[in-house]
């Protein structure tokens, strides 16, 4: 897979993808990175990338020509609507407050394609166009405003490298984690509900999911707080068990919207 990410701070880039699961599957040939400086592709001598918006307001939004321009010249030929149907395997992200939630499915979809480029908004915002006619994609990663899209692009790329296949090494680390698909029988739902009875309502959430289940590790006595005795158990048919209903306990408590039900207290 490759990323391409779009920026007025390239530097930016130098820590995120230095480290950590983006480094070592970069390193092992799964991924190809790429950090594009916007600014490259303005023809004025001050290399403007914003201006201010039409109707009036605050602040500044970046201009559509450089980033189509950015887009253009990285997949060889002018761009329109017609094209942005055809594209296949490659997306185009624009991450945005305004955008789409940023969810586990997103970035499961996102690691089965072989190219995405990443555009980082700034300033109030970026021209209309570029969501409209560009973007294939319009991200958010959360209901709060960033000043811009570099970090948000960070954590997409972060997200998405780690489940492609073999950048993590163990495969079932994928499986058994925060935002997983909510799978098994009544029993083990909360309530004895039916799977189909916690799907969430709405576009924000396509599917059941749950947090990850709580971990313990030495020493099996801290402070007085004991690890769960089944842990110690050996058997794994019931650890298994417990983990699922400890997780299901958890997201019911923290994050009740991932189950489309309501907190237990």
Same mark, same amino acid.
């Given at each position: 897979m490759r990323f391409d990410v779009i920026t007025i701070f390239p530097d930016f880039f130098h820590g995120p993808l230095d480290f950590g699961i983006v480094r070592r599957a970069r390193e092992a040939g799964l991924i190809e990175t790429h950090v594009h400086d916007l600014r490259a592709f303005t023809h004025d001598r001050h290399k403007t990338v914003d201006d201010r918006p039409f109707g009036?307001?605050?602040?500044?939004?970046?201009?559509?020509?450089?980033l189509f321009e950015a887009a253009e010249s990285l997949l060889s030929?002018?761009?329109g609507e017609h094209d942005r149907r055809t594209l296949g395997e490659t997306s185009i992200v624009l991450l945005s407050a305004a955008g789409r939630l940023f969810r586990q499915e997103t970035a499961e979809r996102f690691a089965k394609l072989d190219r995405i480029l990443l555009i980082c908004?700034?300033?109030? =915002?970026?021209? /209309?166009?570029?969501?409209?006619?560009?973007?294939?994609d319009e991200i958010s990663i959360g209901d709060f405003v960033l000043s811009g899209g570099e970090l948000a692009a960070a954590m997409?790329?972060?997200a998405t490298v780690r489940l492609i296949p073999g950048a993590l090494g163990n495969e079932d680390s994928v499986v058994n984690e925060s935002f997983s698909a909510l799978e098994g029988s009544a029993e083990e739902t909360p309530n004895g509900?039916?799977?189909g009875a916690l799907s969430s309502r709405g576009e924000h959430s396509a599917r059941p999911s749950i947090l990850d289940f709580p971990h313990y590790t030495?020493?099996?006595?801290?402070?007085?707080?004991?690890?769960?005795?089944?842990?110690?158990? =050996?058997?794994? /048919?019931?650890?298994?068990?417990w983990r699922r209903l400890r997780a299901l306990e958890k997201t019911r408590r923290n994050r009740p919207d991932l189950l489309g039900g309501s907190s237990i207290g």
């Open positions: 009036g307001g605050e602040g500044m939004v970046m201009k559509p020509e450089p030929g002018p761009f908004g700034r300033y109030e =915002g970026v021209d /209309e166009r570029v969501a409209e006619h560009l973007a294939t997409v790329m972060d509900a039916s799977i030495r020493p099996p006595s801290y402070r007085g707080w004991e690890v769960p005795a089944i842990l110690l158990s =050996g058997n794994h /048919e019931e650890i298994r068990r």
